[in-house]
T-cell receptor, first 113, second 112 residues
Framework: ETGVTQSPTHLIKTRGQQVTLRCSSQ?????VSWYQQALGQGPQFIFQ???????GRGNFPPRFSGLQFPNYSSELNVNALELDDSALYLC????????????FGPGTRLLVL | SQQGEEDPQALSIQEGENATMNCSYK?????LQWYRQNSGRGLVHLIL?????REKHSGRLRVTLDTSKKSSSLLITASRAADTASYFCATDARGGSYIPTFGRGTSLIVHP
């Protein structure tokens, strides 16, 4: 167990809807990263937050947005859902400048119909 | 785009045998990490090797890094059925923020 939790575990939405996924970081960590993992693929980096500021972004459109809160919990929001957004969404927390190891949560599996 | 690419895509062995997976990457790196993922769940960090290291061990795991060939290998010795999982390498490009780039993974099946 990494101490990183995500909710919900599973979610079904329809195309065009909006979704919010949540992540609670491991205690003491100040950085959170979000990844999208399609079936049979490796995780693709969406963005990273460090002390509530976006610290890097992958090749994802602006309808993917995020927040990190003072208690280092985090949200991933996706607007105007598309069928291709169906995937496992993973968050990972770490302590920037101390340890490059990322500690992953169990993921949220999103299905867009 | 995928920075690291694992090979083979799939590996099936008997319990007790050794399993070797390889990772190739394209640009200079600060470090390379190996992760394991059980059946569509979260990833678990296995081992980190820095660009100035050539070999590291952790229990039954042995990782090597050859920066001249831009490749790494993960060896699992005396495999167990519980080692059945997908294994990913993740590279951190030199000069950037720490944002690991994952490959597509090797799916390992260990038969009891």
């Amino acid at each position: 167990e990494t101490g990183v939790t995500q909710s919900p575990t599973h979610l079904i939405k329809t195309r065009g809807q909006q979704v919010t996924l949540r992540c609670s970081s491991q205690s003491g960590h100040n950085t959170v990263s979000w990844y999208q993992q399609a079936l049979g693929q490796g995780p693709q980096f969406i963005f990273q937050y460090y002390r509530e500021e976006e610290n890097g972004r992958g090749n994802f459109p602006p309808r993917f947005s995020g927040l990190q809160f003072p208690n280092y919990s985090s949200e991933l929001n996706v607007n105007a859902l598309e069928l291709d957004d169906s995937a496992l969404y993973l968050c990972a927390s770490s302590y920037w400048d101390r340890d490059e190891t990322q500690y992953f949560g169990p993921g949220t599996r999103l299905l867009v119909l | 785009s995928q920075q690291g690419e694992e090979d083979p895509q799939a590996l099936s062995i008997q319990e007790g045998e050794n399993a070797t997976m390889n990772c190739s990457y394209k640009t200079s790196i600060n470090n390379l990490q190996w992760y394991r993922q059980n059946s569509g769940r979260g990833l678990v960090h296995l081992i980190l090797i820095r660009s100035n290291e050539r070999e590291k061990h952790s229990g039954r795991l042995r990782v090597t890094l050859d920066t001249s060939k831009k490749s790494s290998s993960l060896l699992i010795t005396a495999s167990r059925a519980a080692d059945t999982a997908s294994y990913f390498c993740a590279t951190d490009a030199r000069g950037g923020s720490y944002i690991p780039t994952f490959g597509r993974g090797t799916s390992l099946i260990v038969h009891p």
